[in-house]
């Protein structure tokens, strides 16, 4: 099993001075927070039980937070990785001297550890710009989305910022507008970056007359300069089909998700490149959608296949449990191959929320998870493919905590698996945020503990868990309750947002109830 062997804020000396980014005052030595020894503490004794009768969690080597984070920063709300570098979006961190909010921060591996390199934000964003709400890397760029942006004098026009590596610091490379001057775009609630291009999720676009039809816009870059190469609708685009609302790019090839298609039944696009500009390939929807499945909330394109998550699909008497399809591409025709299912699936797991893709693997977010007596904890679903089959390999979550939607935003590399839980408190602050790093192979196995027996061990373990889950529950209910009233039912669905307010609407339902998170 692997333990949290390391605290991810950042290292001492770390700064950045360039335009577009603050400076990043030193980071405390990777010493735990009292919560954070005792979690830890708690993991240990949880995993020699478990070593010894019970089936454990894999759990997290590293835990990444903000070096000057604070309540309600939503941290991990969006992640990213590339070979080297890790970039984690908080829409709600507070910018000092200034009237925005919202940041990236990056962090670099060196082979044994995390550490915070810079944080990014944006120079001309506002109060409610929600910069950070997506991010994308790859080599030593970074995308981040603003959505709720006013530009121009329009509320939630959005707008997208770009960010290159020189010389250990991140200036600002570019400032990305949609192609349309009007409001409630919401130009970057998704995007992604590949190489020398980058495709940004357009939910609120207009397209002829269909309100919120949405798009993808595509950038490509020429030296240091970003410029509009294609505008990507859907054949079939509706109203409020909020296409563009998930985007994924490797190469040439472009999934974007339309959640709003049918009745929120949900579907996903593929795209090929050829020239400068987007064929659809096909439309991918699952054999037996429902109204409000929400199918293509989240897409991940790696190659010929195409990972697209369902979080609200009902599996059996599991209401919302969620599922994920992939499909393949043979010959320019895209099928479905595969359905995944968690294999200890609950009502109100949202599995699905959150995908990711790499080769022959995939990583899927699961943000009500309830994870022993850790209600809606959080997980994430390794799946390993041999030939057409696919194999549920290891199941990623923090060790404890509660109510911190872990699996809200995943991402997966050749170094790492990182998942993002924007709830979490594990820095010490109500809904500061976190994110968990893994390694990129199975975990090995615990060591077990001398002198204990498979049953006097799991016995140790539960109690253990039963005695930390109560009193975070008590703790957390004891901080909510005096914040968000109860409610005694869901809120009506979530809708775009108006007049420049944040489109990462959550419904706060306390303590028995459940967290969630939605685009619109």
């Known amino acids: 099993m692997d333990m949290p062997i390391s605290i991810g804020p950042a290292a001492a000396g770390a700064h950045t001075t360039q335009s577009g980014a603050l400076p990043v005052p030193p980071g405390p030595p990777t010493v735990a927070h009292p919560a954070l020894r005792r979690r830890t503490w708690i993991a240990l004794f949880a995993a020699a039980g478990f070593a010894l009768g019970v089936q454990a969690q894999d759990l997290p080597r590293y835990l990444l937070l903000a070096a000057d984070g604070g309540a309600d920063q939503n941290f991990g709300v969006a992640v990213a990785l590339s070979e080297r570098y890790a970039v984690v979006g908080a829409p709600g961190a507070l ?4 009237k925005s909010t919202g940041a990236a921060y990056v962090y670099s591996f060196n082979g044994s550890l995390w550490s915070q390199e810079a944080k990014l934000v944006a120079p001309d964003s506002d109060l409610r710009s929600n910069f950070g ?26 707008a997208v910022y770009v960010f290159a590596r020189a010389n250990g610091v991140w200036p600002q490379q570019a400032r990305l507008l949609p192609e349309r001057v009007d ?14 291009t980058i495709a940004v999720g357009v939910p609120g676009d207009f397209v002829n007359t269909n309100v919120n039809q949405g798009s993808v816009q595509i950038f490509v870059r020429s030296g240091a300069t970003w410029v509009r190469q294609a505008r990507v609708t859907s054949a079939d685009g509706a109203d409020a089909d909020r296409f563009g609302s998930s985007v994924s790019l490797d190469g040439d090839t472009l999934a974007a998700g339309a959640v709003g298609d049918d009745n929120e039944r949900g579907a996903a696009y593929a795209f090929l490149r050829s020239g400068t500009g987007w064929l659809q390939q096909a439309k991918l929807a699952a054999s037996v959608g429902q109204p409000a499945d929400r199918f293509g909330e989240a897409t991940a394109v790696s190659g010929n296949s195409i990972v697209v998550g369902a979080p609200y699909v009902d599996v059996g008497s599991a209401m919302d449990a969620g599922a994920a399809y992939v499909f393949v591409r043979t010959g320019g025709l895209w099928s479905l191959q595969a359905q995944l299912l968690a294999s200890d699936r609950a009502a109100e797991d949202y599995f699905g929320r959150a995908v990711a893709a790499l080769g022959d693997s995939a990583l899927v977010g699961a943000i009500g998870d309830d994870i022993g007596v850790f209600e809606d904890l959080g997980s994430a679903y390794l799946y390993r493919r041999s030939g057409s089959a696919w194999t549920d390999e290891s199941k990623l979550s923090p060790s404890s905590g509660g109510f911190d939607n872990a699996g809200v935003s995943v991402a997966l590399s050749s170094r790492a698996r990182l ?3 924007w709830r979490s408190s594990a820095g010490g602050a109500s809904g500061q945020g976190a994110a968990y790093a893994f390694g990129p192979a199975p975990s090995a196995a615990p060591i077990p503990v001398p002198g204990l027996g498979g049953t006097g061990a799991a016995l140790l373990a539960v109690l253990v868990a039963i005695f930390a889950g109560f009193h975070a529950a008590l703790s957390r209910c004891a901080i909510w309750d005096t914040h968000h009233p109860r409610r005694s039912a ?8 108006p007049q420049n307010q944040p489109i990462a609407r959550t419904r706060r339902m306390v303590c028995r109830q459940r967290w969630h998170i939605s685009l619109f």
Request: charge should be negative.
């Open 490 to 497: 869901p809120p009506a669905p979530l809708q775009p947002a």
């Open 183 to 196: 409001r409630d775009q919401f130009f970057g609630a998704a995007v992604a970056l590949s190489g020398d």
């Open 95 to 98: 910018i000092p001297g200034s």
């Open 133 to 158: 709400f997506a991010t994308a890397a790859d080599g030593e760029r970074a995308v981040v989305g603003a959505p709720n942006e006013l530009v121009d004098g329009l509320p939630s026009r959005g």
């Open 419 to 421: 998942l993002g839980a």
